[in-house]
């Protein structure tokens, strides 16, 4: 399990172009926890999961403007090659 998992986490993280640019850490992130969700509440620990899945819904909901302020103020402005060719 802990094995798919990761391989699934790790296919979400996206390096860009610039080596100091990832992305897709919540998501990954995330993506662990509702796996061990599905672990407790196969375990019939349906109160630790559903207070875990509570408390990581208030953290991406809370998190997300100051996560796209940091990727607004971080972003590179689009290279010219690129462009053309992913519009022909």
Do not use: C, H, Y
Request: proline share 6%; hydrophobic share 50%.
């Amino acid at each position: 399990m802990v094995i798919r998992v990761g391989f699934l986490g790790a296919t979400d993280i996206l390096k860009q172009d610039l080596p100091d640019r990832v992305r897709g850490l919540s998501t990954t992130a995330t993506i662990w926890v509702v796996a061990i969700l599905g672990l407790l509440i196969g375990a019939r620990e349906v109160t630790t999961g559903l207070t875990l899945a509570g408390f990581v819904l208030v953290l991406n909901v809370a998190w997300r403007p100051r996560a796209s302020r940091i990727a607004a103020r971080t972003a590179t402005p689009p290279d010219p090659k690129t462009e053309r060719v992913l519009e022909g």
